[in-house]
């Protein structure tokens, strides 16, 4: 059974860092693109980054050169560093991937639990 497991969230001060990261577990054949959601209190749930299986990225504007996405394939990990955090960043942040499970071929849409990340002095 594949599953996203996503450490790293918590508390930080406003101008600070925080990495997050996405783990797949499982018997995984391939990954596609992996993204990252965030949902804050009484919003829609919006697109923060995401990486392609070769690497290419994209950001939302209100993170552009402050969040980086990057992926370690041999780890089936994608990492979210997060630099100058600003509390209106404070959300439930979400990892989303599409991957192949072992034994299949097609793509799954697979989600983590969420990892609360809160900017505040």
């Known amino acids: 059974q594949v599953q996203l497991v996503e450490p790293g969230g918590g508390l930080v001060q406003p101008g600070g860092p925080l990495r997050l990261s996405c783990a797949a577990s499982?018997?995984?054949?391939?990954?596609?693109?992996v993204t990252w959601y965030r949902q804050a209190p009484g919003k829609q749930r919006e697109l923060v980054a995401g990486?392609?299986?070769?690497?290419?990225?994209n950001y939302a504007d209100s993170v552009k050169g402050r969040f980086t996405i990057s992926r370690d394939n041999a780890k089936n990990t994608v990492y979210l560093q997060m630099n100058s955090l600003k509390p209106e960043d404070t959300a439930v942040y979400y990892c989303?991937?599409?991957?192949?499970?072992?034994?299949?071929?097609?793509?799954?849409?697979?989600w983590g639990q969420g990892t609360q990340v809160t900017v505040s002095s």
């Open positions: 989303n991937a599409g991957l192949v499970q072992s034994g299949r071929y097609y793509l799954e849409d697979f």
């Open positions: 499982g018997s995984i054949k391939s990954t596609n693109v």
């Open positions: 990486i392609a299986s070769g690497g290419s990225t």
